[in-house]
Every structure is written in structure tokens, then in C-alpha cells.
Nanobody, 114 residues
Framework: VQLQASGGGLVQAGGSLRLSCAAP????????MGWYRQAPGKQRELVAR???????NYADSVKGRFTISRDSAKNTVALQMNDLKPEDTAVYYC?????????WGDGTQVTVSS
């Protein structure tokens, strides 16, 4: 299963970026979708997740700044990131998760300069 993530880049603190992840329709329609990130020297951590039914949850560090959403017509999940901070710098990974399977996309680098 291939998850294709895009939208990373370099931005100044306070700026915005939008990440997008495309999944196969059979995966997208039933799996929970999420974004994780991994900074150098740190463990991968959950950023935001949205269930197949549209319920969302966020890491405390991004609440109020990031928004995750699903587009069922395009089989994509997006992460809108506003008011970015240097500590948001990391490689961001798209994830599709069910009770039995998990799939990861290639990471996309997000760098926030101070």
C-alpha cells in the first residue's frame, strides 16, 4: 500500500504549510488516517489523527494551530499547519491504521526557521 505525502518545505516561524496524503480508495474509506512526526534524536510521535468517521484528536503541542481533515472525493487527508514554530521542525509521516494493519508513507520534511 502506497501513501503519497506532499507539501513539506521551509517556512519562517509564524508561517503556514499544508501537508497532503493520498491513499488508495479501499484503504482511505475504512482506515483511520493520521500524521506523525519525527525530529532528529527523538521518537516518532502522533501529531493528529482522524477516524474513518471523522473524529479527530491532536497532540497537545499542536492544538489550536493544526487542523486535520479528510476529503473522501479525493481519498486524501490534509494537515493544515498554522503559526508554525521551530519546534515543529521534523519529518512528517502519513499513516493509515486499522485494528489489524498499519501503513506508512514516505516522510516529508518540514523545517521552521526562527
Amino acid at each position: 500500500v502506497q501513501l503519497q505525502a506532499s507539501g513539506g518545505g521551509l517556512v519562517q516561524a509564524g508561517g503556514s504549510l499544508r501537508l497532503s496524503c493520498a491513499a488508495p480508495r479501499n484503504i482511505f474509506s475504512v482506515f483511520d488516517m493520521g500524521w506523525y512526526r519525527q525530529a532528529p534524536g527523538k521518537q516518532r510521535e502522533l501529531v493528529a489523527r482522524i477516524t474513518s468517521g471523522g473524529v479527530t484528536n491532536y497532540a497537545d503541542s499542536v492544538k489550536g494551530r493544526f487542523t486535520i481533515s479528510r476529503d473522501s472525493a479525493k481519498n486524501t487527508v490534509a494537515l493544515q499547519m498554522n503559526d508554525l514554530k521551530p519546534e515543529d521542525t521534523a519529518v512528517y509521516y502519513c499513516n493509515a491504521q486499522s485494528t489489524r494493519q498499519g501503513h506508512w508513507g514516505d516522510g516529508t520534511q518540514v523545517t521552521v526557521s526562527s
